[in-house]
C-alpha cells in the first residue's frame, strides 16, 4: 500500500479527540497548581534491564515492560495537563548493546505505542539521527508523524539514536556552513541562533521544565545538553518499569514548591 494511503487509513481508523485534562479541583486535591504545571516533562527511563535481570529475564521483556509504563506516562502527562513528554528512548552509546536488543528496540518497541498515540489524538516526533535507523523504522516513524502531526492532545517526543553532543554538533555544522556561505555573520551568532538549529526546534516547548530519571543513577547521560541547561532534576529511585502515578504526581509537587531564579535572584 503506498504510503499516503497508509496514512489516510491511520487517520480515519484512529486519530480521536486527546484525552481530557483533570479538573483545577482534582489539581488542589492532590496538591497541585494548574498554573505552575510544567509545559515540558523529559523522562530518562533507567532501569529496564535491571528490572528484568532482577527476575531472571531476558532485557527485551525489561523493554517490554518499560514500553508499557512509557505509554501509562503518556496518559498522567494528558490527564495533568502536561503539553510535551520528551523520552530518551536509544542513545546514540546504545548500539554497543548486544544485537539481539539493539534488533528489538530498532523493530518492536514502538509498535503499540504508535497505535496508542494515533488513537488517543497525541502528537508523535521523533528526533535524533535517522540515518542509520532500519528502513522498517523509518516508514513506521513517518507514518507516525504525519497521521498525527494536527493532534492536539499531548505532544509525545521521542529521542532515537539521540545525544545531546550530537545535537550541539550537528547545529554548530550547519551554523559554521552559514556563516561559510556568508548567509550570516559571524557576530550574528547567539543563543537563539543555536537554539533554532537544534533537533527539538519544532517544538512549541522545546526546553524541558522537569527531568525525571529513574533507577537512582544521579546523571542526565548525554540527553538535551543545551536544553537542560535551567530545568529542574528529579531522581527517582525505583527502576522505570515501577514507576507509576503516585511517582509522577510526586514528581510534579516537587517540582511546584522549587523557585525558579533562571540565573538570577530568588525572591
Known amino acids: 500500500m503506498p504510503l499516503s494511503n497508509t496514512i489516510l487509513m491511520f487517520r480515519r481508523q484512529f486519530c480521536k479527540l486527546p484525552?481530557?485534562?483533570?479538573s483545577k479541583e482534582e489539581l488542589l486535591r492532590e496538591g497541585l497548581q494548574p498554573e505552575l504545571m510544567p509545559k515540558h516533562v523529559a523522562i530518562i527511563p533507567d532501569g529496564n534491564r535491571r528490572w528484568a535481570k532482577e527476575r531472571g529475564l531476558s532485557p527485551e521483556k525489561g523493554h517490554e515492560a518499560g514500553k508499557k509504563v512509557l505509554g501509562d506516562l503518556c496518559r498522567y502527562c494528558s490527564k495533568w495537563g502536561v503539553k510535551v513528554l520528551s523520552a530518551y528512548a536509544f542513545s546514540t552509546?546504545?548500539?554497543?548493546?548486544?544485537?539481539?536488543?539493539?534488533?528489538?528496540?530498532?523493530?518492536?518497541?514502538?509498535?503499540?505505542?504508535?497505535?496508542?498515540?494515533?488513537?488517543y489524538g497525541m502528537k508523535m516526533s521523533i528526533i535524533g539521527d535517522k540515518s542509520n535507523l532500519p528502513n522498517?523504522?523509518?516508514?513506521?516513524?513517518?507514518?507516525a508523524e504525519e497521521t498525527t502531526k494536527d493532534n492536539t492532545g499531548l505532544h509525545f517526543v521521542a529521542a532515537l539514536n539521540y545525544g545531546g553532543r550530537y545535537d550541539i554538533t550537528q547545529a554548530t555544522k550547519k551554523i559554521a556552513t552559514k556563516v561559510k556561505d556568508g548567509v550570516i555573520q559571524l557576530e550574528e551568532i547567539n543563543d537563539k541562533l543555536i537554539d533554532q538549529e537544534l533537533e527539538t526546534k519544532y517544538l512549541e516547548y522545546p526546553n524541558p521544565d522537569l527531568l525525571i530519571r529513574t533507577s537512582g543513577e544521579l546523571r542526565i547521560s548525554n540527553y538535551m545538553l543545551w536544553q537542560l541547561a535551567y530545568s529542574e532534576?528529579?531522581?527517582?529511585?525505583?527502576?522505570?518499569?515501577?514507576l507509576d502515578e503516585a511517582d509522577f504526581v510526586a514528581a510534579l509537587r516537587s517540582f511546584q514548591r522549587r523557585q525558579r531564579s533562571y540565573g538570577g535572584n530568588k525572591i
Open 19 to 22: 484525552f481530557g485534562v483533570v
Open 93 to 119: 552509546e546504545n548500539w554497543s548493546r548486544p544485537k539481539a536488543e539493539v534488533t528489538f528496540l530498532m523493530t518492536s518497541y514502538f509498535e503499540g505505542l504508535i497505535h496508542d498515540f494515533m488513537r
Open 136 to 143: 522498517s523504522l523509518k516508514e513506521a516513524i513517518n507514518i
Open 233 to 242: 532534576f528529579c531522581f527517582v529511585d525505583k527502576l522505570f518499569p515501577e
